[in-house]
Nanobody
Framework: QVQLAESGGGLVQAGGSLRISCAPS????????IGWFRQAPGEEREFVGA????????IYADSVKGRFTISRDNAKNMVYLQMNSLTPADAAVYYC???????????????WGQGTQVTVSS
C-alpha cells in the first residue's frame, strides 16, 4: 500500500515559478515510477512527467519540456516538480502517482494523491 501527499500549490503570476512536492509513503518497492499529472476544470487528466525512483530517469510531456523539472530525494522520500515560465494553460490540480514502472500511461499508476491546486494569473 502506498499513500501520497502533494503540497506546495498556490497562486503564481504568468512567467513565474513554483515548486510542488509529493511525499510518498508505504511500500518502497512499489516506487518504480513517480508521475505527475494535472487536470484542469472540464478537461481530462494530462500526463506532465515522471521520474524513476531508482536511477532518476525522467520523462516529460512536450507541453512542459524545458520548463518543468522533476527531481527526487530518496533520503527524504520526496519528489518535486519545479515549474518555471508558468502560463495560464498550466493552471490545474496537480497530482502525483505511483506506478511499478516509468510510464506516461495513467492507467498504469495505481496509487494517487489528492492533488494540489496551481493557479496561474495573467
Amino acid at each position: 500500500q502506498v499513500q501520497l501527499a502533494e503540497s506546495g500549490g498556490g497562486l503564481v503570476q504568468a512567467g513565474g515559478s513554483l515548486r510542488i512536492s509529493c511525499a510518498p509513503s508505504g511500500r518502497r518497492l512499489s516506487y518504480g515510477g513517480i508521475g505527475w499529472f494535472r487536470q484542469a476544470p472540464g478537461e481530462e487528466r494530462e500526463f506532465v512527467g515522471a521520474i524513476a525512483w531508482n536511477g532518476g530517469k525522467t520523462i516529460y510531456a512536450d507541453s512542459v519540456k524545458g520548463r518543468f523539472t522533476i527531481s527526487r530525494d530518496n533520503a527524504k522520500n520526496m519528489v518535486y516538480l519545479q515549474m518555471n515560465s508558468l502560463t495560464p494553460a498550466d493552471a490545474a490540480v496537480y497530482y502525483c502517482a505511483v506506478s511499478g514502472i516509468l510510464t506516461v500511461q495513467s492507467s498504469t499508476y495505481n496509487y494517487w494523491g489528492q492533488g494540489t491546486q496551481v493557479t496561474v494569473s495573467s
